[in-house]
């Protein structure tokens, strides 16, 4: 299974400008539909599957992307959730190890 590297954000300035952009978003979301936090941050993480759809969709057929990216929703929305996992949980939570090491059934 492809792990990502944790984002850290001192380092990566990729990650730091992706993080200011949600941030934004999110504030944003907060302040003007005044819902609640994980409502607005669910929000967010529905905004990141759709994308992945979409980027996805660009690299299937003959006619998608050339980069050899080739999608696999299922392991690719697990790698996803466990970015999430590794960034939202304690490093010293238990659930962020088993998160982390969980393999899909059915997949060796
Ligand atoms: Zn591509």
Known sequence: MQMLPVANETADPTYAAIRAAVSASYSGA???????????LAYLATAIGSLY????GAHEGPE????????????DVITMQQALAASALPNDDP??????????????
């Not at 998608?64 to 392991?75: D, R």
């Open 30 to 40: 907060l302040g003007s539909t005044r819902l609640p936090p994980l409502e607005v």
């Open 53 to 56: 759809r979409e980027v996805a």
């Open 64 to 75: 998608g992307c050339p980069c050899g990216w080739e999608p696999c929703a299922l392991m």
């Open 95 to 108: 659930r962020q190890t088993a998160l982390l090491t969980m393999e899909p059934a059915g997949h060796a």
